[in-house]
Every structure is written in structure tokens, then in C-alpha cells.
């Protein structure tokens, strides 16, 4: 029995099911995340050798800024997480490969945080560590990530400038594979800076609509897997079972911020909704209230996982992007010609909310749950 199935005492008996019941604790890992960035900020001098410096504004946002004369550079690190063990137990249920659309997730984990500061992606580099060299040898699955891989790069113009792919036999388990993308870009003109300086209240909260889970509380989605009798062959919507559902691919948004750019938008913020869920929505420390007056539907999927692990929405809300992918905060007066933009590249969106003044909080008014200024400390 796989360790996806083997039953477990605290949730076969149902019952809510957290996150942090599936292994994944954000207060136990978020104060490593601050303390390596306060080590990592007294380095910052070490640009100055070359005539360079950093955009401090962008310590803690999702990627860092370096000015270099003519425009910024902006790069990042992200890994994809533990969704590739989906895709290896629906290998073993329907024979088929799904490395494809796990390829295009790893580089949007890369790709959508790169863009919230106003990045354009010029380079991804890949990273696939193996648990043994013999994870190389199925071809249709290596071919499967290759081609995604590819794919995605396309889709955001980005050049594949190459990687590694060391075999970690003793640290990455037997037949398993740890796949990660950095990604460098560029802010030209400077102009498109976007660290939340110009966030103000009055400006409007655009959000992009999400595909499904991406590739944010798969723990969840995984242990969860222990309380369904089909597994993930349950179906969560006809004809559609609960591994395929949860496989559907990370929406890649940074289309839509480059047609933004060029229609001459420039948001005042964005955020990338992953871990955290809707809380990501308090990333900026600048003290506001962001209200939401309108949700988006939330995809077939998730409303699953959240039935099935019997989650009230102050939880679901918390930990998954429930329909809302990534959020723009914008001038209110170009907030309707967002939507357009973002529809005309086939992702849907809408304007959910507003920004006021008022103490740090975000108010989800239809579901009647808000979260203050310690529900998310990552700086």
C-alpha cells in the first residue's frame, strides 16, 4: 500500500482535516522564512562592488529587485512541492503521464511570482533532482516533462537557458523526483515597478481566476485521499476523477501581465495566491482594510476537498485560492479594462474588492469571514 492510501487513525474516522494535520505547519516554518531574510538583507552591500543595488521595498514581496543602471532585475527560486506524487499514483491507476502539466506547474510556482513585482520573464532554469538514476529511464514520462517543460516556456516567451538533474539516491526517496524552477527577468521600462509604493486606498481588487488547487495544499489534497473508498478515482465532478481534477495544470498569468503592460497598466501591487490562500491578500505591510464584496466560483475541486475535510470557509479560505489565483490591486478607474485584458488571454476575472483606510484586515463580506494583521507574518 502507498503511503497515499495507507489509512491513519487521526482522519479515517473523519472529522475536520487541516493542513497542518497533512505535515504542513506555517507557523513552525514562517520564522525560518524571516530570519533568512533579515540574514539575507545585511548582504545586500555586496552589490555594491559592482555599481549595482537592490530595491529594498522588494525584501520579503515574492521576488527580488536589483537595480542595474538601465532597469531592474528581478529573479526567483520556487519548487513545486509534493504534486508530482499525484501524478505517480495516477500513473499506477490509468498508465498515463501527467509530467506535462506537472512541468508547467513547476515554472508558474517560478513565473507568477516573478511578475507581482512587474517583471518581465526572460530565462527559467530547471531543476530535477531524482531519487536514482532509473527515475530517467521511462521515457514517456521523461519525454512527458521535457515537452512540458518546453511548453510552458513558450507560452511565456521565456528562453530555457538549461539545469540539472543530479540523481539523490539517499536524499531524494526511491522513484520519486524534487522538481524546482529559478527564473530571471527584467523590468523595463523602471517604470513598471510594482512593490505596493503606489498602493493606496480606493484601488480596486482585481482577481484572476485559478484552474483548480495549482500546486498550493496538495499535503491537504493527498492526506485527505485516506478518507475517499475510490481514492483518487473518485469522481468530484462527471466524468472527471478527484487525481485528475487535482492534476489540472497551474494557470500561467504572466500573458496577462504583459498584455496589461503593454495596454500602458501598470498595477500598484499584485499577489500570487498559493500557500496562505486568501490571506495572501495582506502580503503588502502597508496598514489597509482590503474588502471583498464578490467571490469567484470555486472550481469543482477544491468545493471537494473542502466538503470532504469538513473545513468552514475561515479554513478553506485560509489555505487554498478557492477560485482566485492571483489578485492585481489597481487603480479603480482601469479595473474593468484589467478584466477585459486578462479575459482576452483566456483567464477569467473580475473585480472582487476595494482597499480602504483602516486597520490591517481583509473582510470577505459574502462569506462573512476576516482575518486581522497576524494572519500572515512573512517578513
Given at each position: ?12 474516522a ?8 497533512a505535515?504542513?505547519n506555517?507557523d ?72 506535462d502539466?506537472?512541468?508547467q ?9 516573478l ?8 530565462v527559467?532554469q530547471?531543476?530535477?533532482?531524482a531519487?536514482?538514476s ?7 514520462r ?8 518546453k ?36 523590468v ?9 509604493d ?16 495549482h500546486?498550493?495544499g496538495l499535503?491537504?489534497?493527498?492526506k485527505?485521499?485516506?478518507r475517499?473508498p ?42 500570487n495566491?498559493t ?7 495582506l ?34 479560505y ?8 492571483f489578485a ?41 469571514i476576516?482575518w ?8
Amino acid at each position: 500500500m502507498t503511503d497515499a492510501a495507507r489509512p491513519d487513525s487521526s482522519t479515517a474516522a473523519g472529522g475536520t482535516l487541516s493542513y497542518e494535520q497533512a505535515g504542513v505547519n506555517y507557523d513552525l516554518i514562517d520564522p525560518l522564512k524571516v530570519a533568512a531574510q533579515r540574514a539575507a538583507a545585511a548582504t545586500a552591500g555586496n552589490l555594491a562592488v559592482h555599481g549595482f543595488s537592490e530595491i529594498a521595498a522588494s525584501r520579503g514581496e515574492s521576488a527580488y529587485v536589483v537595480d542595474v543602471g538601465p532597469f531592474y532585475l528581478a529573479s526567483i527560486v520556487e519548487c513545486l512541492g509534493s504534486k508530482a506524487l499525484v501524478a505517480d499514483e495516477m500513473k499506477a491507476l490509468t498508465g498515463r503521464s501527467f509530467y506535462d502539466s506537472i512541468a508547467q506547474d513547476t515554472i508558474a510556482m517560478a513565473i507568477n511570482d516573478l511578475i507581482t513585482v512587474g517583471a518581465t520573464p526572460l530565462v527559467v532554469q530547471a531543476y530535477w533532482a531524482a531519487g536514482g538514476s532509473d527515475w530517467f529511464g521511462d521515457a514517456q514520462r521523461a519525454q512527458a516533462l521535457v515537452a512540458g517543460w518546453k511548453q510552458a516556456c513558450d507560452t511565456c516567451g521565456v528562453a530555457w537557458g538549461g539545469g540539472e538533474t543530479p540523481a539523490l539516491a539517499g536524499i531524494v526517496e526511491a522513484g520519486r523526483i524534487d522538481l524546482a524552477a529559478s527564473c530571471t527577468g527584467i523590468v523595463n521600462p523602471k517604470s513598471r515597478l510594482s512593490v505596493g509604493d503606489k498602493l493606496a486606498a480606493g484601488d480596486a481588487i482585481v482577481l484572476l481566476a485559478s484552474s483548480g488547487i495549482h500546486a498550493n495544499g496538495l499535503s491537504l489534497a493527498r492526506k485527505l485521499v485516506e478518507r475517499l473508498p475510490q481514492g483518487y478515482l473518485t469522481e468530484v465532478a462527471p466524468g472527471l476523477s478527484y487525481g485528475e481534477a487535482l492534476l489540472a495544470p497551474t494557470l500561467l498569468y504572466s500573458p496577462v501581465t504583459e498584455a496589461l503592460a503593454r495596454a500602458g497598466i501598470v498595477p500598484h501591487y499584485s499577489a500570487n495566491i498559493t500557500g496562505h490562500g486568501w490571506r495572501k491578500l495582506l502580503r503588502h505591510p502597508s496598514t489597509f482594510t482590503y474588502r471583498i464584496h464578490a467571490v469567484p466560483p470555486v472550481p469543482p475541486v477544491l468545493k471537494f476537498i473542502q466538503q470532504q475535510a469538513q473545513q468552514d470557509d475561515q479554513e478553506a479560505y485560509g489555505t487554498l485560492n478557492m477560485g482566485a489565483g492571483f489578485a492585481l490591486f489597481v487603480a479603480a478607474d482601469e479595473a474593468q479594462r484589467c478584466v477585459e485584458i486578462a479575459q482576452a488571454q483566456g483567464i477569467a476575472a473580475m473585480v472582487a474588492g476595494h482597499i480602504e483606510a483602516g486597520p490591517k484586515r481583509l473582510v470577505v463580506e459574502p462569506l462573512g469571514i476576516e482575518w486581522g494583521d497576524d494572519a500572515l507574518q512573512l517578513r
